[in-house]
């Protein structure tokens, strides 16, 4: 897996964004950025050539299906993988997302072995 | 329930015997054909019907007016309501403001010690190549020289190092003690709420809602938007609507062909 890839971690809780930006880094992935929600985020997306979202889903202003939404829109981005990390478990919401098109979904609290497994899975698949 | 029915019994019984008294007269005066009395005494057990249901109408009217005004006179509830609540919120916001401080500074030292150990590790991984060097005989004279320095330099790096890491394992420590205080602010907002609710209650009764199954009223209250973030679910949450784990999250996704 290329560890140069260029990731935007979307998250309203700082704490959250400086946890998930660890655990990438520890798993050897450096070239990140931040945002506090799909607003911040969007305009980010189209002019910053990143290669990954991470998105939380549950944030003020644009949350992260919309978000999402919003990027499988674009000609330009829809074919970037997404990633949600969130607390929103109902079975309802998961079925939503992966309808809206996402690549992952990890539930909070997760664990460092979790989110490197479905970054992983993700790209695995994108290569094959 | 023996001791409630009771008082309406001796009502019943009271009633019976007028009705049974002026349905006598009644009586007398159809076989004495006194029509005149006749009318007087039907006014009457009309009368008697009409007035025995104003008087129930009067009791259950004393009785909300009665529960109305003890609840408008309850202090407690204005205290609840314009001290109690904004200072449950102010509580609240607290925490989250406590809790967030204590994440960011178990974050940093966190990030502090791995960069030290990161520094350490590089270190000693050099070192360990120029060692096995002099054990094999390849280093001069001079490069060992040199060694002998850095390995020196390098005892004395570790141990300040290690006072390093130390301190920041304190700080994580230390941090934590948002735990305690915020545990009690939780506890008193919870206390707060529990007496809110009885009063809800008691507001409820009054109003004779209380009739409304409590389904029906759940039911209503969670008519709910799938697309919409509701943020975390309880541990205890319905299986059925709710993933509880990453593997019940992974085993639906799978089933989407995921």
Do not use: C
């Not at chain 2, 009771?6 to 008294?21: C, D, G, R, S, W």
């Amino acid at each position: 897996m290329n560890k140069d890839l260029k990731i935007l971690i979307v998250d309203d809780f700082s704490t959250m964004r400086r946890i998930i930006k660890n655990l990438l880094r520890e798993l050897g992935f450096n070239n990140t950025s931040e945002a506090d929600d799909g607003q911040t985020a969007l305009p980010m997306l189209k002019t910053g050539k990143f290669d990954f979202l991470v998105t939380d889903w549950n944030m003020p202003g644009m949350d992260g299906l919309a978000l999402l939404k919003s990027v499988r829109a674009d000609p330009n981005l829809s074919n970037m993988p997404v990633l949600m990390v969130t607390a929103e478990a109902k079975r309802e919401q998961i079925v939503i997302a992966a309808g809206a098109g996402v690549n992952g979904y990890v539930v909070k609290p997760f664990t460092a072995i979790t989110l490197n497994e479905k970054i992983e899975k993700i790209f695995n698949r994108l290569e094959k | 329930m023996n001791n409630e029915d009771k008082p309406e019994v001796v009502e019943i019984t009271y009633l019976t015997q007028a009705y049974m008294n002026r349905l006598q007269s009644l009586n007398s005066a159809i076989e004495s054909k006194d029509e005149e009395t006749i009318i007087n005494i039907v006014g009457e057990l009309t009368t008697l019907r009409e007035s025995s249901l104003y008087q129930e109408l009067g009791m259950l009217t004393r009785e909300i007016h009665d529960s109305i005004t003890n609840f408008g006179n309850d202090e407690r509830i204005a205290q609840l309501a314009n001290e109690d609540i904004p200072d449950a919120k102010e509580r609240l916001n607290f925490i989250v403001t406590k809790t967030d401080e204590a994440a960011h500074r178990t974050m940093t030292a966190a990030e502090e010690t791995m960069t030290v150990m990161d520094g350490l590790s590089v270190e000693a991984d050099a070192m360990r190549k120029r060692w096995s060097q002099f054990r094999n005989r390849e280093l001069s004279k001079t490069e060992f020289i040199l060694l002998s320095d850095e390995i020196t330099q390098f005892f004395e790096s570790v141990g300040l190092q290690g006072s390093t890491v130390n301190s920041q394992m304190t700080e994580i420590m230390l941090a934590q003690d948002y735990q305690d205080i915020t545990g009690q602010m939780i506890k008193q907002v919870v206390t707060m709420v529990k007496e809110v609710e009885e009063k809800l209650v008691r507001l409820v009764a009054i109003s004779g809602l209380a009739d409304v199954p409590a389904a029906v009223k759940k039911e209503e209250a969670k008519v709910s938007n799938g697309e919409k973030a509701e943020g975390p679910q309880l541990p205890s949450a319905d299986k059925e609507v709710v993933a509880s784990s990453q593997g019940d999250v992974d085993d639906l996704l799978a089933s989407l062909g995921f």
